[in-house]
C-alpha cells in the first residue's frame, strides 16, 4: 500500500500574523503567498489539481487555504544514468571498478555483485539504450515527503520570494522561542511577524519562519475581537471564526466586496453616486478589517474650487469617497470607511469632516492665489526649470514643442487651427509653476485649462492644454479636439525624438521616461481619429525642432512601427494579418483599420490561399532574377496562351481593383484579385518565366511585376502564406 493511500487528505492553513501591511502591496502579497505555498506543495506532491487554494489577507495576516492536501507524499520512482556500458561492464560483462565505485557513492555496491540480475529491494540497475550508445541506469523508490519536510520547504520560498516593496530588517524578542536571544537575532520581512499558523486538518504542521514556530493560536481585531487570542478548531474553519471571534473579514475579495456593497448602499439612501476607483477600493480593503461605511460631509462653499482639485485631495489624502449627483457633478457630501462599528459613529463623522476641512481650505487657497497671476506672466519663468541636461530647460522644450504642434495643425486645419496649436503649446507646461500643480502633480494640464479660462484664452486653447498629456495611460481619453490632438501629438513626438536623440531609448523592462506610452499615444491618436498625417513626415518635423535630431528620426520611426505591431494584435487582428499590412510601411495609420479588415476578409475567400502562395512565388521570382524586367510588359511578345490569359484578366482586373483602392475601398479592392486564380495557377502550370530568350524573360518579369504590384497594394499578400 502507497504512502499517498496511508495518507488521507486534509485541508491545509498556514498564517503569518504581522504588524499592519502596505497597503498598496497587500493585495500582491496575499495573492503571491497563496501561489508560491501551492506551487512548492505540488512540487512535493503533498497538493495536486484536485486542490482548491483560497487566498487571505488583512492589514495584519497573509493565509492561505488550501485543500486535498496529503501528509505523506506518494513515493516516488527515481531513475537516474550510473555510466555508459563500456565503462562500466569489462569486454567479458563483468563490472568494472569504476561502475563499483560509482555504486558505492550511491549506497548500492551490493548491485555490482549481482549483475545482470541486479535488484536489491526497490533498487534495480539494468542497461538500456542512451542514444547511440548503451548505458546502465538505477531504478530506485524515494519515499514521498512528509509534510512537515514539504511544507517548510514552500514556506521558506515562499517567504523568500514574496514581491515585497522594502524588507524591513528587526531582531527578535524571548516570545519567538527558548533558542533566540533577544536584541541578537535578525531576521528581514515586509513588516515584523508575531505568529504563525500552520494546521493540516486539526493537526499543527511543526513548521517555523521567520524565527516563529507554527501553532494554532491567531489574533482578531485589534479593537473589537470577542475572543483574543483565537483557538482555531481546524483548518476548514478558520475565515468562519475569525469572523464570528475576530471581528475581521479574513479574504481580500470578500471584505473588497462588502466594502463596495457598503459604499453603494450608503450613496443610494441620498441618491447619490460614489467616485469609482478600483485602486482607491484595493487600498482601503486594505486598510480595514471590519469595514464600516459612514457618510460625512463639507462646507458647500469649497465647491466653487475646480472639483478635480477636491476630489485628489479627499482621495489621495483621506482616503474618502467622494459623492458625485446624477448629473456626475460633485456633491458637499463624501463617504469614510471606518474600520470600528461603534453605536454611536458620531465621534468618527466629526473627527473625518474636521480633518478634511483644512485640507479642502488648502487646495482653495492655491486655486485663489494661483489665478492672481496668468499664465503667460510664468512663462518666462520656465527658462530656469531643467528639463534635462542635455536637452536644456523646460523654457526651450516648450518652443520646440510649440514649433511643432503649428507645423501639425496647419496640416490639420490650416493657420487658424495652426494658431491656436501655438498658443495651447506655448502655455501648456506654465500651470508647472502654479502652488496647485506643486501641491497636486498629477493634476497638471487640468489646471491649467482652467486658468487660460480665467485668464480670457479661448476655450479650444484651454481645452488643448488640458488635454495634451493624453492618453496618460492604457484606456484613457484622447484629447478632445483638433488643437488639442496637435499639441499632444507635438509633446509625446518631441520626447520621443529628443530622448532617442541623447541615447535614452528603452531597454529590456527599464523605460524611466515612459517612451512605450509615449508611442502609444502616438499611435492611438493617429488610428483611431484617422488623422490624415504621414508617420514619416511628423517625425521630421520632430527631428526639424532639434539641432541634431535627424539622427534619432530612423530609432523612433522603427520605435513606433514595434510599438504599432503590438497595439493592432490587441485589437485583436492576427500576427499574419498585422504582418501583412504593416510591411507595407503605410505612412497614414488612420487606415489600417480598413486595411486590415479588408486583408481579414480576403483571407476568407476560397481563392485566399492560392494567391497567397503565387504572390510568395512571384516575390521570390523577382528578388531572385538575375535578369532586369522589361518597363512594362509588351503584349505582342505574349507568346504561351497561359500568360496571354494572365496578362488579359490582369488589365481587366486591375483598374477595377486601383480604383477601389484609391476610394478607399480597401475589402473590394482586395476581393477584386480573387478572380486572378486561376489564370495565375495557369500561367505557373504552363509558363517558363526563365526562358533562353532574354527579350521573353524580361518580359514576363515585367508582367509578374506589374501583378505584384496590383496585388500588394493593401497589404503584402505573401505574408499570409502558409
Known sequence: MSAATLSPAKSLLVELFVEELPPKALRLLGDAFAARLFDGLKAHGLAGEQSAVTPYATPRRLAVHISHVLAVAADEEVVRKVMPVSVALDPAGRPTAALRKALAKLGRE??????????????????????????????????????????QAALDEAIAKLPIPKLMSYQLDASAGPSVQPGWSTVQFVRPAHGLVALHGADVVPVHALGLAAGRDTRGHRFEAAVDPIRLRDADHYAQQLEQQGAVIAAFAHRRAEVARQLQHAAGALQLEPVRDDALLDEVTALVERPNVLVCEFEPQFLAVPPECLILTMKANQKYFPLLDGQGRLTHRFLLVSNIRPDDASAIVRGNERVVRPRLADAKFFFDQDRKRTLESRLAALDKVVYHAKLGSMGERVRRVAAIATAVGEQLGGAALAAQAARAAQLAKADLLTDMVGEFPELQGVMGGYYARH??????????????????????ALPRDAAGLAVALADKLETLVGLFGIGQAPSGDKDPFALRRHALGVIRMLVERDLPLAVPHL???????????????????????????????????????????????????????????????????????????????????????????????????????????????????????????????????????????EPVDAFFDHVMVNADDPALRANRLALLQALHGAMNRVAELARLAA
Open 110 to 151: 551490493a548491485l555490482a555483485d549481482r549483475w545482470p540480475a541486479a535488484v536489491d529491494g526497490e533498487h534495480r540497475l539494468y542497461e538500456a539504450a542512451d542514444g547511440k550508445v548503451s548505458a546502465l541506469f538505477l531504478r530506485s523508490k524515494a519515499a514521498g515527503a512528509t509534510l512537515a519536510a514539504g511544507l
Open 455 to 476: 485668464d480670457g484664452e479661448r476655450e479650444a486653447v484651454a481645452c488643448a492644454i488640458e488635454d495634451h498629456y493624453k492618453p496618460r495611460f492604457a484606456g484613457d
Open 539 to 677: 517625425i521630421g518635423l520632430a527631428a526639424a525642432a532639434f539641432a541634431d535630431g535627424a539622427r534619432a528620426a530612423e530609432p523612433v520611426t522603427g520605435f513606433l512601427y514595434d510599438r504599432l505591431v503590438g497595439y493592432l494584435r490587441e485589437l485583436g487582428y492576427s500576427a499574419l494579418e498585422v504582418e501583412a499590412v504593416v510591411a507595407l510601411r503605410p505612412p497614414r495609420w488612420g487606415e489600417l483599420p480598413a486595411r486590415l479588415a479588408a486583408v481579414k476578409a480576403f483571407a476568407a475567400l476560397p481563392e485566399a490561399a492560392s494567391l497567397a502562395a503565387a504572390n510568395k512565388r512571384i516575390t521570390n521570382i523577382l528578388k531572385k532574377s538575375d535578369a532586369h524586367a522589361a518597363e512594362q510588359c509588351d503584349a505582342a511578345r505574349l507568346v504561351e496562351p497561359a500568360e496571354r490569359a494572365l496578362a488579359a484578366a490582369l488589365a481587366a482586373v486591375a483598374p477595377r481593383a486601383d480604383a477601389l483602392f484609391a476610394a478607399g475601398e480597401y475589402t473590394a479592392s482586395l476581393c477584386a484579385l480573387a478572380a486572378l486564380k
